[in-house]
């Protein structure tokens, strides 16, 4: 499995832990692993606060991992220098959830999407870079017009396809989608997803694809993860976990998620989540979803769990299965 | 019938939508353009103008320079009360008992030399031409003259002085002339010091909130130690260690304001590092400088642009204000300050040479700091309700 062709990343046992004030740590992403396929997409769900984005920043380094390793397309990149790592940058690429914040206001689009073209020295002239520019502004359906703008007077919509732009005019392997629409109109979102699915049968491209609910991730993932309080608690294809979700945290995050149905909707026990996520200073110990657990035992409180097989491909940290 | 429109169907990507009506317009240009709305920053533009044009160009218009001294006619207002002469010329009797012969468009002519002094009556006489007199009475003040035939001659009109327009200092010196080499000086030495507080802060606070951590603990730890000393003081000091002087003025004031600055842009870069389009620039790979330059400095520029304009007129303010106490620019030189100083000495007679170099001060120092809050609003729409 390790050399293994068609895996394009693999993460495994993969910690972040954040040190703040009072020798205390956040446990942002703890002891998570996964794999991603070539070509295809892993949608990682969870609330927010229970660390997507600091796995995510972990995996592109721009947050150094506490522990844990990670293998891009068969190279261990966990401890490379940021020298050493630039060439391997190229290959992987990160869109943000914030289309405001996420570009620089005081740039023009022509110099944000360049950017990369110039960190990795790939024009030879103004002209030629000028022209992948454009190029890449066709292809997220923006024009030439738009390459002397500031990013301001762009709406949120056509700001993200400019990161979209940034982030895949390099040709990268692995694209990271940290919440790429749930900062959008909803009008909006469809459009971006569309555009982001046509790049990746376009140019075979690989998703990490990050939401904080289910509804979206059903029509983007091929695989999906669901996380809490930093822990990787469910990991199957996207059919299996709507049909068979099997962590009560996977049940409740898919009864919040709009039914059309009324009479399933009505049918719907335990509406959403009761509770609200304890802090990752201080995680519960056992299970840490026992707090919130409709079905929490005693032991849930002292055995931690560990992610099995409950059926094939199908895995689960819940001590009701196994 | 009008063709339907179907409002959900889906609209083509990169056609009429996405059009934008509106002109390109850059960060500068926007923020020009709410400057240019706020009347105090315009007019705080036009005074700074209007003050450098006063101190670069106006020396080359006048004929005195700022230590040409002549002590014959010192002391001389820019409006003197005057007494008509006999032939239809003009005397001016100064603070100082001597008389001032001005022509009738309000030239200077020199002083009338002394005749006789009866110093037990009181009274002295000058010659006057070649053939008349005129008698000083000074028994009771103020002083009166009388003609050669003993008649009291009446106070005439005001009249401007044409030979030194805003009057002569107590060595004789054109105070316009000093004011254009003062304004030229203080304006000088705050802008070296503000330039120099610039970069020093710039690089200070730049490498403290960007390294952050233990650095940036014990960077910022040495700023708090340094501002707890009153800058007077410490500009003080440093000025004793050093020789007077232009330069060693420079140093001082280049020494101490760069607190605040390396404070401003520490508190910068530290909320920009995290932003995502500095994460962003990181994930592609772009060189420490290159994030520097081109995301966290000109995120930067607005503050630090407001924090200058508003150290100027505190550079300004100090550099008078040591010149006054007589530690500052060494005459004859001539500074705002040296000028208010020179001035105390006679403020009772003469209180317009203490009002003229104040004035001005006072006009730079509100002009920056209407310019410095139009920045601030122009730079950050946000902050006004
Ligand atoms: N740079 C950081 N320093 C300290 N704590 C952090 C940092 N980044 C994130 N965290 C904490 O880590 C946890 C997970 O955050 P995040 O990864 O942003 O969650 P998500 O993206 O799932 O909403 C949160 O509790 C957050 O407060
Ligand atoms: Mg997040």
Known sequence: MDNDQSVLLKVENLTKHFPVSGNRVVHAVDDVSFTIKKGKTLGLVGESGCGKSSCARTVIRIYEPTSGRIILDGTDITNLSQKELLPHRR?????????????????TVQDIIAEPLRAHHICKNKA?????????????????????????????????????????????????????????DVSIQAQVINMLRIFQEEQELTYLFIAHDLSMVRYVSDDVGVMYLGQLVEKCETDEIYAHPLHPYTQGLLSSVPIPDPVLARKKENAGIAGDIPSPI????????????????????????????????????????? | MQEVINKWERIELGGEAERLYSKPRSFAEDVWFRFSHKPTALLGLIIIALLLV????????????????????????????????PDGNFLYITKALKII???????L????????????????????????????????????????????????????????????????RDILSRLMYGTRISLLVAFIAAAVNMVIGIFYGGISGYLGGRTDAIMMRIVDIISTIPLTL??????????????????ALSSVYWVDMARVVRGQVLSL?????????????????????????????????????????????????????????????????????????????????????????????????????????????????
């Open chain 2, 109 to 172: 002519l020199g002083q009338l030399k002394k005749g006789k002094d009866n110093s037990k009556e009181k009274i002295t006489v000058f010659p006057y031409k070649d053939d008349m007199t005129v008698t000083l009475d000074y028994t009771v003040m103020p002083a009166t003259i009388r003609d050669a035939d003993g008649n009291r001659i009446e106070k005439g009109k005001s009249i401007w002085n044409h030979t030194y327009l805003l009057g002569t200092d107590h060595l004789g």
């Open chain 1, 282 to 322: 201080d995680p519960p110990a056992g299970c840490r979803f026992h707090t919130r657990c409709p079905y929490a035992e005693k032991r849930c409180e002292t055995e931690v769990p560990a992610l099995k097989e409950a059926s094939p491909g199908h895995f689960v940290s819940c001590h009701k299965f196994g």
């Open chain 1, 91 to 107: 290959k992987m690429q990160m869109i943000f959830q914030d289309p405001y914040a996420s570009l620089n206001a005081r740039m």
């Open chain 2, 234 to 251: 410490y500009v003080i000091l440093i000025k004793v260690c050093l020789d007077d002087g232009f330069l060693s003025i420079v140093i």
């Open chain 1, 128 to 184: 030629e870079e000028r022209e992948m520019v454009a190029e890449m502004l066709h292809q997220v359906g923006l024009n030439q017009e738009h390459a002397s703008r500031y990013a301001h007077e762009f709406s949120g919509g056509q700001r993200q396809r400019v990161g979209i732009a940034r982030a895949l005019i390099l040709h990268p392997q692995l694209v990271i989608c940290d919440e790429p629409i749930s900062a959008l």
């Open chain 2, 101 to 107: 012969e001005v022509d009738k468009d309000g030239h």
């Open chain 2, 273 to 385: 590092k995290n932003q995502e389009f500095v994460m962003a620039a990181r994930t592609i790979g772009s060189s420490t400088l290159s994030i520097l330059t081109n995301h966290l400095i000109p995120n930067a520029m607005g503050p630090i642009l407001v924090t200058v304009t508003m150290l100027i007129p505190s550079a300004i303010f100090m550099e008078a204000f040591m010149s006054f106490i007589g530690i500052g620019i060494a005459p004859p030189l001539a500074s705002l300050g040296t000028m208010c100083n020179d001035a105390t000495e006679a403020l009772r007679t003469n209180p317009y040479q203490l009002f003229l170099p104040a004035l001005v001060i006072c006009l730079i120092m509100f002009a920056f700091n209407f310019v410095g809050d139009g920045l601030r609003d122009a730079l950050d729409p946000k902050l006004k309700k």
């Open chain 2, 54 to 85: 006063f101190a670069i160009a106006g020396p080359y218009f006048t004929p005195y320079g700022y230590d040409d001294q002549n002590t014959k006619l010192a002391n001389i207002p820019p409006v003197m009360q005057v007494y008509p002469a």
